[in-house]
């Protein structure tokens, strides 16, 4: 059964920075892509960034691209979420999600969430 | 980058209601759709993906369609356990993979 774990999240000043992490078991974590997305309080579902199995190709959206950084330990099973220059904007409730392919694709399992609040 | 432009933004209906939700893309996506269920505190569940294919263990009376820029997600007939907001989220080509606004459904 697949599980994914996510953890860091917490408070945070604007301009400051936090890691998130997301642990996974369950499936051979290196054959698939891993992807983030987050929800803000009130709003949708909106996508973040997303790393191929191999980790050589990874992507974000326009709204974090230059401030967060995606990154994965295939050792480890675990993907991370660097996030620097954090704004207001960044509070939201962060998945990790599997694809279901090496390719960034769409996600088939998800994690809980890890709150991230960004405040002064 | 691909706008999806879902509809409605909420819906109310009746237990055993047929439900139809819409999603539009802004440019061609081909048959890349995937259409999710997420409920408050909950992870999403993928529900279909490829427009049309439902995952595994979902039940049968969810079903989805369309091709190009124009898509639907239907429930054939709803169940009090289909209380969620959904989303439809489109996968062409290369990331970004934007998701529509949602569709929050409730019972009457």
């Known amino acids: 059964e697949v599980h994914l774990l996510e953890s860091g999240g917490g408070m945070a000043q604007p301009g400051g920075s936090l890691r998130l992490s997301c642990a996974a078991s369950?499936?051979?974590?290196?054959?698939?892509?891993m992807t983030w997305v987050r929800q803000a309080p009130g709003k949708g579902l909106e996508w973040v960034s997303g790393?191929?199995?191999?980790?050589?190709?990874?992507y974000y959206a326009d709204s974090v691209k230059g401030r967060f950084t995606i990154s994965r330990d295939n050792s480890k099973n675990t993907v991370y979420l660097q996030m620097k220059s954090l704004r207001a904007e960044d509070t939201a409730v962060y998945y990790c999600?599997?694809?279901?392919?090496?390719?960034?694709?769409?996600?088939?399992?998800w994690g809980q969430g890890t709150l991230v609040i960004v405040s002064s | 980058d691909i706008q999806m432009t879902q509809s409605p933004s909420s819906l109310s209906a009746s237990v055993g209601d047929r439900v139809t939700i819409s999603c539009q893309a802004s440019?061609?996506?081909?048959?890349?759709l995937n259409w999710y269920q997420h409920e408050p505190g909950k992870a999403p569940k993928l529900l279909i993906y490829?427009?049309?294919n439902v995952e595994t263990g979902v039940p049968s009376r969810f079903s989805g369609s369309g091709s190009g820029t124009d898509f639907t997600f239907t429930i054939s007939s709803l169940q009090p356990e289909d209380i969620a907001t959904y989303y439809c989220?489109?996968?062409?080509?290369?990331?970004?993979?934007?998701f529509g606004q949602g569709t929050r459904l409730e019972i009457k």
């Open positions: 999600g599997k694809d279901w392919s090496m390719a960034v694709s769409g996600c088939d399992s």
């Open positions: 369950g499936f051979r974590f290196y054959s698939y892509a």
């Open positions: 790393i191929t199995g191999s980790g050589g190709d990874k």
């Open positions: 440019q061609d996506i081909g048959k890349y």
């Open positions: 490829e427009a049309s």
């Open positions: 989220q489109q996968y062409n080509d290369l990331p970004p993979y934007t």
